[in-house]
DNA sequence: TTGTATGCGTTATCAC
DNA sequence: GTGATAACGCATACAA
């Protein structure tokens, strides 16, 4: 590759020094108007692009922030991914997207992957409750903000969450309503704040409507396909089995689906099954996963927006926001007319 | 946020030179083992991370690739920059994602910020067959590769994709072997590669097996959700309607379903539908959708892993790769029982 | 309004 | 083996 065109070429053709290329690249004010005309005139003929990596040394910004999600092949991370990076377009922010493959080392390295990088802030949109570097990371007041999580020190740092908890109680209570009672719960492990509250929903939903909870119907493993699927058909398979599920992920009411299908159940029919997220392929019809809205969207654009009000340092305000979820009533969820024998 | 702490101030707590710090950061023979330990010591002491900014200034590598995807919550792609992510990690490569929207100016413009990121190179898996950029990038040997694209003037550009046109044909064979021969072709634009091939692939297995081509079974246009689904529901309305569809991916593949379920159709009794892709979630037991592999996962190694060798200059030969695709039987192709009111 | 000089935190090339 | 010192390509304080 042939040597870069660099700001010294362009001010020798231009006639003028590096530091008014400089000015010019940067929309000073006090810049003659014929030598800024000189000057770009001499940028376009030798095809400059100023080097960002100079500029960030120099500035101590580079315009750059890091995404960290569990699994960006999950859907979900996939759509918050695309909305983040639509916004940071708009702001002229580039996005180093690291993937943890849900690994807590992964976590650890890639904290400090995107701190050698230097990235001006850093979205978390995949940690478990307490961790040691994030919490650092806070303390040191560096630009963080979490997408949907929590962690438990929480008093310091900043996020945009829903009301994960609320968003659970609604997706059981529309069960309930449905006239299940036994209803079972396929998560993630409680080490992760939004697992963790969506649990408490599900559990106080129960107690609320005088439900006793069974432990027998829980799962709170590692969100493995497989494993879902799995556990899913032992319960289906169950004489006392459960009539509905709440699955605290869509990805994951997929595999219940799956389930349902291979034990030969129509849903709704046989089998109520009740999402959380709303991705996409919820809503095509073909699926028609009943679910709760994550409002993806407006958290994807209000958490870019607070972040880099952070780094701007508009404000040293904690940016603590949460959004109201939103129940879907689709097609995976019916009345319950099974006919139970209690004993 | 406090000062950070640079290799001075490491040097000075070890006693050594600034050199030597660097010496050790980069693991150089020649370093006393004693000294080298002094070194490491002061680094754990003050918790110091190098400067990636600095080093990429003056190493003029940034260990950093550029990821360009067409839009990121598209399932294809989201696989595809799992994979790439998770090799990437293995070679200590981070990745600047850029999601084009489809929009050919953000395309433009995403060449151009990673350039000016000094990226060591560029993955590219969303383009149009000529863009002017993009060739001027090659003509500059810029490290750069295509997944599961090509451009026109492929001769001088590296790539690795599965054969698209015999895919299509496979695909298009399948539908024709289980008697169908009204077969609609839904797709994006030709200007894409992978659309060019796989329509090459759809009509010459229609001609191979004496069937005329009928363009008002054709869509090839902007892969909207809405779009597809509303010319395949006044295809299947249609008198004369095919009996089967043939999807160029399996995201529009999910739409045509859709049109289907909308249409009271039952897959695969009146309706016949195969995709491309393969995307994980066609393979969910729920969907089943029939389909052509793209090997993703071997497509995403192997394009990452011969970037690198190409940044490294282990070899100035050309890299083009061709994987065969896979015709994957699911449960949404079946015989065509259809009763024809031939006149 | 513009130029000069310095610094950003490393790597790399010399010396010793 | 190790230490000065010059790049790397910009931004910026200061001077003019």
Do not use: W
């Not at 997929?254 to 709303?278: C, K």
């Amino acid at each position: 590759m042939r040597n870069r065109v660099n700001a010294y070429d362009v001010a020798k053709l231009a006639g003028v020094s590096q530091s008014t290329v400089s000015r010019v690249l940067n929309n000073y004010s006090h810049v003659k108007k014929s030598t800024r005309e000189k000057v770009l005139v001499a940028i376009k003929e030798l095809g400059f692009t100023p080097d960002e990596i100079a500029r960030s040394l120099a500035s101590k910004k580079t315009h750059t922030i890091g995404l960290i999600v569990g699994d960006i092949s999950n859907p979900f991370y996939a759509e918050t991914a695309h909305y983040i990076l639509r916004e940071a377009r708009e702001y002229d922010y580039d996005v180093i997207i690291v993937d943890t493959d849900t690994d807590d080392s992964n976590f650890d390295r890639s904290i400090q992957t995107l701190i050698g990088k230097r990235v001006d802030g850093i979205i978390i949109a995949s940690v478990r409750k307490t961790n040691q570097k994030v919490s650092e990371l806070i303390q040191r007041d560096f630009p963080l903000i979490f997408y949907n999580r929590k962690i438990d020190d929480d008093g310091q740092a900043n996020f945009v969450v829903i009301d994960n908890e609320l968003g659970a109680k609604m997706a059981v209570n529309h069960l309930i309503q449905l006239n299940h009672q036994r209803i079972a719960y396929i998560s993630g492990p409680c080490t992760y704040s939004t697992f963790n509250d969506r649990f408490l929903g599900y559990k106080s939903a129960l107690e609320e409507n005088g439900i006793n909870y069974d432990e027998s119907l829980v799962y709170q493993d590692e969100l493995s396909y497989e494993k879902v699927l799995e556990f899913s058909l032992k319960l289906m398979r169950d004489q006392d089995r459960p009539t509905s599920f709440f699955a605290s992920t869509d990805h994951i009411a997929l595999a219940v689906m799956d389930a349902a299908a291979q034990n030969g159940f129509h849903i709704p029919y046989n089998i109520s099954i009740i999402g959380f997220d709303d991705i996409d392929i919820a809503s095509s019809p073909y699926i028609g996963l009943s679910t709760i809205s994550q409002q993806k969207k407006k958290m994807a654009s209000l958490v870019l927006k607070e972040l880099i009000s952070i780094i701007d340092n508009k404000s040293d305000e904690l940016i603590q926001i949460t959004l109201e979820p939103e129940l879907l009533i689709r097609k995976t969820t019916g009345i319950n007319v099974q006919i139970r024998s209690n004993g």
